[in-house]
T-cell receptor
């Protein structure tokens, strides 16, 4: 069965330090993976997706099929990056919009 | 564009009561879905719809009903509320196209069942 695991509930770093939010997945098909972010008092929003191979707000994520991972990285954390981050996997037949989410990791960036 | 809207923002129910959580989107999206968010469990899919008149179950459908009579609206009904349904509920929508299209989320409804 499909599964997404985020092993860290809380990641606390100082401003300017590198950040890596871990995500591992289990899926028999070809995975489509996303990172969603929820800032305080805001709704959940897409941060980035692996098929776009883009960098958003300095964050990048590379799909590693061998290690079944999709870790989110940023070289220098900013205080405004503090938020809840969810890794998500699109599953089932195409065009259904179904997502499996990880448990979420709270990123706390200290000044 | 209001995007995805949800009402109410907060609700307290007693065990056994029924209610409907409303969700609407004005982006002409075909796909809509309901998730519940519980501490330590992330978001879990309750029901989803790929178009008006078409709905299907997600991971945790028990105790919930949905219908999709229009493209814009996707209400979630709790038939007989239970304390285990205390959660934050999010509605989401996305456009048709290649799989994995961006999902747009509503602000959430915080439900407490006593």
């Amino acid at each position: 069965a499909q599964r997404v695991t985020q092993p860290e509930k809380l990641l606390s770093v100082f401003k300017g330090a590198p950040v890596e939010l871990k995500c591992n997945y289990s899926y028999s098909g070809s995975p489509e993976l996303f990172w969603y972010v929820q800032y305080s008092r805001q709704r959940l929003q897409l941060l980035l997706r692996h098929i776009s191979r883009e960098s958003i707000k300095g964050f990048t994520a590379d799909l590693n099929k061998g290690e079944t991972s999709f870790h989110l990285k940023k070289p220098f954390a900013q205080e405004e990056d503090s938020a809840m981050y969810y890794c998500a996997l699109s599953y089932g037949s195409s065009n259904t919009g179904k997502l499996i989410f990880g448990q979420g990791t709270t990123l706390q960036v200290k000044p | 564009n209001a995007g995805v809207t949800q009402t109410p923002k907060f609700q307290v129910l007693k065990t056994g009561q029924s209610m409907t959580l409303q969700c609407a989107q004005d982006m002409n999206h075909e796909y809509m879905s309901w998730y519940r968010q519980d501490p330590g469990m992330g978001l879990r899919l309750i029901h989803y719809s790929v178009g008006a008149g078409i709905t299907d179950q997600g991971e945790v459908p028990n105790g919930y009903n949905v219908s999709r009579s229009t493209t814009e609206d996707f209400p979630l009904r709790l038939l007989s509320a239970a304390p285990s349904q205390t959660s934050v509920y999010f509605c989401a929508s996305s456009s048709a196209g290649t799989s994995g299209d961006t999902q747009y989320f509503g602000p959430g409804t915080r439900l407490t069942v006593l």
